[in-house]
């Protein structure tokens, strides 16, 4: 396990997944308090991958549970295998007229069939779903309950139970305790403000969109063969992007979709050319990419200032002839 | 350092930052797994546990950087300060340089040389370590009981005899003898008890400060500068430019919580007759006996809304933020006709069809190309002109809201116009931006109006706005 926020930031870098401090802290915490995390952020900033790198870093395997609207107990603690207990009856037929051998009553028979209750509503009959499952689970385990926000909000308040005591209750059988207490990630988009009951039992966490070196760091471990200048330019122009007032504003993902798309057409620099005609990986909204269209030559200029800035002219010099190459026209076109 | 987190705590609160106690005991466990060196994951660490709404972090950072930074900054600062006031040239690193040179020189090894913790911290200017110090020698002087001015010298002085400072000072020029004889040149010997002076002064100033914190703390005052200003409740009246930028954003996001609540709240109510064939079919796994009972869906009538907005510049915020809700919210409605007068009464429901939601608003507000915005309110005249062209177009599925302080610059109310569209339409929301105190007093004509509205409210804010418009859309 994790012996520092530190020791979080190495390991999980190993899974190849770069974080913060902030980050690494509140996982360590989560650690060491057993304690579930609350994700919350902007889509597509890496809040289920997350959960993913904590799985493989600490060995534990990952349970998940997708939450959506309508998603109920049934579905995502136990259920009862009915057909199974029919099956079941219907082969033990005979068992049960041994069983029931010497009653004359009704009452009697009944009496006998109730003795043998407990074989049908026991755990060979019940389905375990994702809940149960991590917490019935032989070694310890990463209970990933995804877009957790999406769920009604009676869902969650049944979700307490499991997540302040990890245990779970059924009916007919009793409490079921935890054999380890699963490291517990919850994610939310934050469509619906979660109970405050629920945020109390858990530790917080809000990853926003990277800063842009944490961002080259991203995607220089990402992507194979992004050269360093071209990753750069690119975070560059994602960052000028995120602050245009966008119906979806881009993330880390698409970020990376960008980068390995430009690698696909070859390209060495960004061009306006280039950007025009790759940003529908970008940007998901027709209006987004108008929107961005318009703004393309501000975003493209005040690279080239910078570049002029910094290493004069021939940086420049170098770019132009670049976006005319034949090869690259005959990539795009 | 646990009476400071409590502090910190109640500090938090007040601010509006929900931190239950479950919540502030998480932190010290948290605290307590960790080293408190870094002050960044002390930070993660605080926050992580106790603050829990990604709305409440900016809070926080203020807070945090207030409390426990505010006074650490001062303290590095008035040390930098010192060593920058030193006469002559001289070089900081330099004679940390040869400091250690001359010790390593000195006989004897350097375990004999005994100095005090203080003294230490002091000649290697270790801000977190003096940090600490100063925080325990406060605490056992009981700073913290300080009431008034008059006292700030007096627990200045004790917290340094806590230190015991003097004492530092005492071994340090010592140390800087020691020094001098054992090699080190008379001209930095002497640089190096000047600076142990500076340094000296520099840590009194910084005892004081914290003293005066500590002073500034007990007055109420003090916690109330941090309160924040929410964009949630502040007044539509007065606002920059930025804060309608920010408070856009804001509405969004209030708009789409609306959204999703309402389709949950939905969900609920439109349980219908029983369906029996999907029941069936659903219900095959059970040997055909009905355990799980559905239900049809019942479709809910969308209602239709008709908005009208006073543009005078009294309430063009509350009306802007009104079309930007009533637009963001669309889909919850079959139809919306937007009317903007001040006197004339015109349509601009084209504009919205034409043109991003912001832009339209904006353009709205301007008159939409169809009325005269620079004229004086007359509400009777626009009541009139829309129950002479449009009173056709309302009927009992169309909710009907209206914007407008009714500051009716003395013209006739003309409220048997509003009466016929009450008996016409579904529901009349009146959202007033002033308070119902001030309803019918002046050129308000208010109480004319408010016999013919279902309901009407007070709406100055954004949380009064959109707790209307929650009800609005059930």
Redesign the interface.
């Known amino acids: 396990m994790f012996e520092s926020p530190e020791a979080v930031i190495e390991q999980l870098d190993q899974q190849g997944y770069i974080c913060d401090k902030n980050i690494a802290t509140v996982v360590f915490l989560a650690m060491k308090l057993e304690k579930p995390i609350l994700v919350e952020g902007p889509a597509g900033v890496g809040k289920t991958e997350l959960a993913k790198v904590v799985s493989a870093a600490s060995g534990r395997p990952m349970i998940r549970l997708q939450c959506y609207e309508g998603l109920d107990e049934a579905k995502a603690l136990y259920e009862w295998e009915y057909s199974k207990q029919l099956l079941y009856t219907q082969i033990l037929k005979e068992k049960f007229a041994e069983a029931m051998a010497g009653t004359t009553t009704v009452a009697g028979a009944a009496d006998r069939v109730g003795q043998e209750d407990s074989v049908f509503f026991s755990e060979r009959f019940i389905v375990p779903r994702p809940l149960l499952r991590a917490i019935q689970a032989d070694d310890p385990s990463l209970l990933l309950i995804d877009e957790v926000d999406k769920s009604d909000p009676e869902f969650e308040a049944f979700l307490l139970e499991v997540l302040s005591d990890f245990q779970v209750t059924v009916p007919e059988i009793g409490t079921l305790d935890a054999r380890h207490k699963p490291i517990v990630f919850l994610t939310s988009n934050d469509a619906r403000e979660m109970s405050d009951a629920l945020k109390r039992r858990c530790l917080h966490l809000y990853i926003d969109f990277p800063n842009e070196e944490l961002e080259v760091r991203i995607l220089d471990k990402k992507v194979d063969g992004i050269e360093q200048r071209l990753a750069e330019e690119l975070v560059g122009v994602m960052q000028r992007l995120r602050k245009l007032d966008l119906k979806k504003t881009p993330s880390i993902s698409e970020t990376l979709d960008w980068a390995r798309a430009l690698l696909a057409l070859n390209a060495q620099d960004l061009d306006e050319a280039l950007v025009r005609d790759t940003l529908n990986v970008i940007l998901k909204y027709e209006g987004d990419i108008k929107k961005a269209q318009s703004e393309l030559g501000r975003l493209i200029t005040r690279k080239a200032e910078e570049g002029q800035a910094e290493g004069g002219a021939p940086a420049k010099a170098e770019e132009k002839p670049a976006a005319g190459t034949p090869a690259k026209k005959g990539v795009l076109h | 350092m646990q009476q400071k987190i409590v502090e910190f705590t109640n500090l938090l609160r007040k601010s509006g930052v ?1 931190v ?1 106690v ?2 502030s005991i ?1 932190a010290f ?2 605290l307590d ?3 408190l060196s ?1 002050r ?2 002390f930070k ?2 605080l ?3 106790m ?4 709305e409440d ?1 900016a809070t926080y950072d203020q807070l945090f950087d207030l409390y426990w930074s505010a006074f650490y900054d001062g303290l590095k600062n008035s040390f930098e300060q010192a060593a920058g006031d030193m006469e002559g040239e001289f070089d900081l690193e330099q004679m940390m340089k040869a400091i250690q040179e001359g010790l390593q020189n000195m006989e004897g090894d350097p375990g004999e040389l005994d100095l005090s913790e203080l003294a230490k911290a002091l000649l290697s200017q270790d801000m977190d370590k003096l940090e600490q110090l100063i925080r325990e020698a406060a605490e056992a002087a009981g700073t913290e009981r300080i009431e008034n001015m008059l006292q700030l010298g007096f627990f200045t002085r004790r917290t340094m005899e806590q230190m015991d400072a003097e004492g530092a000072g005492d071994q340090l020029r010592d140390l800087a003898q020691q020094l001098r004889e054992s090699g080190m040149s008379d001209a930095q010997a002497d640089a190096l008890l000047e600076l142990i002076d500076k340094f000296l002064e520099a840590l009194r100033k910084s005892v004081r400060n914290y003293t005066e914190r500590e002073l500034q703390q007990q007055n109420f005052d003090y916690m109330e500068k941090f309160r924040r200003e929410s964009l949630l409740e502040k007044s539509f009246y007065n606002l920059t430019e930025d804060e309608i930028k920010k408070m856009r954003e804001v509405v969004v996001r209030l708009a ?2 609306i959204k ?2 309402l ?2 709240r939905k ?1 609920r109510l439109k349980r219908g007759k029983l369906d029996l064939h999907t029941m069936l079919r659903r219900n095959m ?3 055909g006996v009905p ?1 799980d009972l559905i239900f049809k869906q019942r479709r809910k009538e969308r209602p239709k809304l008709v908005i009208l907005c006073d543009v005078s510049s009294s309430v063009a915020n509350v009306s802007r933020f009104m079309m930007q809700f009533m637009y963001s919210l669309q889909e919850c409605f079959t139809k919306i006709r937007a009317f903007v007068f001040v006197s004339e009464l015109g349509e601009v429901t084209q504009v919205f069809k034409d043109k ?1 939601i912001n832009d339209a608003i904006e353009k709205a507000l301007d008159g939409g190309d169809v009325i005269n915005v620079y004229t004086r309110s007359n509400f009777g005249f626009a009541f009139h002109h829309f129950w002479q062209n449009f009173l056709s177009s309302v009927d009992n599925k169309t909710t009907v809201l209206i914007l407008g302080d009714a500051r009716n610059n003395y013209n006739d109310p003309r409220a048997w116009c509003l009466r016929d569209l009450h008996n016409k339409a579904k529901d009349v929301v009146w959202l007033n931006p002033e308070s119902p105190s001030a309803w019918g007093f002046g050129d308000s004509v208010m109480d004319k109006y408010l016999p013919y509205t279902d309901v009407a409210e007070e709406c100055r804010n954004l949380k009064q706005l959109s707790r209307v418009v929650d009800r609005l859309v059930l």
Do not use: P, W
């Open positions: 929900r239950s479950a919540e998480d466990m948290a797994e960790l080293s870094d960044e994951i993660d660490a926050r992580t546990t603050v829990k709404r990604s972090i789409q919580r999703n609540v389709s949950i969900r796994a059970h040997g355990f991003d």
